[in-house]
């Protein structure tokens, strides 16, 4: 295995390190794609980009009536990929979406964001992994502060940070309905976390994470540089967050009335495939990090309505 660039978990001491990929990875072979020259700045910069109404009204509602569909069909099914909340029988995500031959894999290839996740990560793309993400009202639990990458370099071998998360908004996030927060600008830096990672860890941190997740102190600092700022991902549904792997997020509790539902897909480059992961460990199941079907994408123009009359169809 190459020398760990982004060494983490291993021991008591927590450290911040620079960061040492780049954050956007330009290419004029993908620079076709639908991000501005400002898009690309503000993601740089920034570390997220958030699109209000990338998909309309109806998309949305067919998209909502596709989530129904999966959720009704797992509700009652235990399964590693299907994790459900703490303390209650309700589904917080299911994985592996991009494979159900169906609406979500051709979802998955919809060539508004595969585009903008090419001239992202300057690279053909493939999905390392995808899920639905469902908190309930009332019910829906936190997700305490944390850097994808981290775990998926630790735990799954992912080796550089050229990767970006797609979320699809179904329901209107609020302010108070457990949205996600992102601080701007801690992409630039990498946080090794204090801690050892548990035989079988994913069993338990997909639904509660305490390994992998920053200190106090790291946290505080990366806030700071930030200017104090945090920010949430609000909007109505059919807005879409793209977020890089290493950009530190988390979200609170849901005690409001009202679902906070979304599609998320990872887009990671093709040059950019899982190794072994830097644990030590056995790689995480494949329904967390796609190691067999690893094919660059071919966007898809058509629309999601003749999709779904496809689907209905069948």
Not at 199 to 218: A, F, H, I, M, R
Not at 242 to 270: D, K, L
Request: with cysteine; aromatic share 10%; glycine share 6%.
């Amino acid at each position: 295995m190459a020398v760990d660039k982004y060494p983490s978990r291993q021991g008591q001491q927590a450290k911040i390190m620079e960061r040492q990929d780049p954050v956007l990875h330009r290419n004029p072979e993908f620079a076709d794609g639908p991000l501005t020259e400002q898009d690309l700045k503000g993601f740089e910069e920034n570390g997220y980009l958030m699109f209000e109404k990338l998909f309309n009204d109806d998309e949305v509602a067919i998209m909502k009536s596709e989530l129904r569909r999966t959720m009704d069909l797992n509700q009652e099914r235990n399964a590693d990929d299907v994790i459900k909340e703490p303390g209650s029988n309700e589904i917080r995500s299911v994985f592996e979406i991009h494979k159900d031959s169906g609406f979500f894999q051709a979802l998955s290839k919809n060539h508004r964001i595969v585009k903008a996740a090419q001239q992202l990560l300057g690279s053909q793309v493939y999905i390392t992994q995808s899920r639905i993400n469902f908190k309930p009202g009332f019910k829906g639990k936190e997700f305490y502060w944390h850097s994808d990458f981290e775990t998926w370099h630790v735990e799954d071998g992912m080796p550089n940070m050229r990767a970006v998360s797609c979320s699809i908004i179904l329901t209107d996030n609020y302010e108070y309905n457990g949205p996600l927060m992102l601080i701007p600008g801690s992409q630039k830096w990498y946080v090794s976390c204090p801690g050892e990672t548990p035989e079988d860890n994913y069993k338990s941190s997909l639904q509660k994470q305490e390994t992998g997740v920053p200190d106090n102190e790291s946290m505080k600092w990366l806030v700071d540089q930030a200017n104090g700022r945090i920010d949430r991902a609000t909007g109505p549904a059919g807005s879409v967050l793209f977020f890089e792997c290493n950009t530190m997020h988390g979200s609170a509790g849901n005690i409001s009335p009202y679902p906070r539902s979304n599609v998320f897909f990872v887009f990671n480059s093709i040059e950019n495939k899982l190794t072994s992961p830097y644990s030590g460990q056995s790689p995480r199941p494949e329904f967390l990090a796609n190691r067999e079907d690893i094919k660059p994408i071919t966007p898809n123009k058509d629309r999601l309505q003749t999709f779904s009359s496809r689907i209905a169809r069948k």
